[in-house]
């Protein structure tokens, strides 16, 4: 069936480093890959999303690259602040009409200042 | 501007007992809507999905069940709660029927079995 993976699970980053999160995932029908922010005891809160027609897609510190061939797409987090500190996922759609999505396990991202 | 509300956000309830959550989507019609649960540091397991409201698919066997009595209105529902349901339950939803559109969730409930 249909999976994504993410990588790494945690990621410690000093402030004003960059952060970069990845993701396979392995549908090559999969067309749409958003991208969430969890914050503890709170949903998951959509950051960026990436439409298979582009490469690549910007918003202010948050980027995010798609590798259609490769099947795989990234998070990048420029210049962190410790409120970047969350859990981040990652998730491709599923075909046949479904409006489905799977998730990847998420990654935990904490910024040291 | 869209919103989703979910009730409780905390919940402790004895192995057995049963269960109901709410959730209700407001400033959308005809809402595609989720029912998710995420274990402690763990990723997000779709366990229903409703694209209207005769149309409800479970994705994961269990003693849970899902019902939408209104078109902007999803429950989930267990009548005997196990160990195993504990966790955190969110809800979310997306354009009607329109593929490549984000969910939007709720802040969840926590649900602990005792």
């Known amino acids: 069936g249909e999976n994504v993976e993410q990588h790494p699970s945690t990621l410690s980053v000093q402030e004003g480093d960059s952060a970069v999160i990845k993701c396979t995932y392995s549908?090559?029908?999969?067309?749409?890959f958003p991208w969430y922010k969890q914050e503890l005891g709170k949903g998951p809160q959509l950051i960026i999303d990436?439409?298979?027609?582009?490469g690549e897609k910007k918003d202010q510190r948050i980027a995010v690259t798609l590798n259609k061939t490769a099947k795989h797409f990234s998070l990048h987090i420029t210049e962190t602040q410790p409120e970047d500190s969350a859990v981040y996922f990652c998730?491709?759609?599923?075909?046949?009409?479904?409006?489905?999505?799977?998730f990847g396990t998420g990654t935990r991202l904490k910024v040291l200042a | 501007s869209q919103t989703i509300h979910q009730w409780p956000a905390t919940l402790v309830q004895p192995v057995g007992s049963p269960l109901s959550l709410e959730c209700t989507v407001e400033?959308?019609?005809?809402?595609?809507l989720y029912w998710y649960r995420q274990a402690a540091g763990r990723g997000l397991q779709l366990l229903f999905y409703?694209?209207?409201?005769?149309?409800i698919s479970s994705e994961v066997p269990q003693n849970l069940s899902a019902s939408r009595p209104q078109d902007r209105q999803f429950i989930l529902s267990s009548k005997k709660l196990l160990l195993s349901d504990s966790g955190f339950y969110l809800c979310?939803?997306?354009?009607?029927?329109?593929?490549?559109?984000?969910?939007?969730f709720g802040d969840g409930t926590r649900l602990s079995i005792l």
């Open positions: 979310a939803w997306s354009a009607f029927r329109r593929g490549n559109q984000p969910q939007h």
């Open positions: 400033g959308t019609s005809n809402p595609n």
């Open positions: 990436i439409r298979s027609n582009v």
């Open positions: 998730a491709a759609s599923v075909t046949s009409g479904t409006y489905k999505y799977i």
């Open positions: 549908d090559s029908a999969s067309n749409y």
């Open positions: 409703s694209i209207g409201i005769d149309q």
